[in-house]
């Protein structure tokens, strides 16, 4: 059984940096693609930062440049750093495992979330 635990959410100001992890039990996350997305209240699920097993990133437009997602494969986790946050990163931010064969075929495992509040 694969389990997902985010944390690290927290309340900053404009400016302000954080770091969240996720943290795998049941399953290796070097072997996953692995993706953290954030859904603001009211709107869509946007995607954050993917991470794949050969270690290439992605970020979505709105956090290119300001984010950054990564392994610790001693620690079993993956860690987005949150740096440079604006008001409109406000947004309840999961981890999500992907399927074997890729993202686009879908998530197999989900976290519960934690809150980024970005506010002055």
């Known amino acids: 059984h694969v389990q997902l635990v985010e944390s690290g959410g927290g309340s900053v100001q404009p400016g302000g940096s954080l770091r969240l992890s996720c943290a795998a039990s049941?399953?290796?996350?070097?072997?996953?693609?692995m993706v953290w997305y954030g859904r603001a209240s009211g709107k869509e699920r946007e995607l954050a930062a993917v991470?794949?097993?050969?270690?290439?990133?992605n970020y979505g437009i709105s956090v290119k440049g300001r984010f950054t997602i990564s392994r610790n494969n001693a620690a079993n986790t993956v860690n987005l750093q949150m740096n440079s946050l604006k008001v409109e990163d406000t947004a309840v931010y999961s981890c999500a495992l992907c399927s074997p064969f890729g993202c686009k075929y879908g998530v197999n495992y989900w976290g519960k979330g934690t809150l980024v509040t970005v506010s002055v």
């Open positions: 049941g399953r290796r996350l070097t072997r996953s693609t």
């Open positions: 991470i794949t097993t050969a270690g290439n990133v």
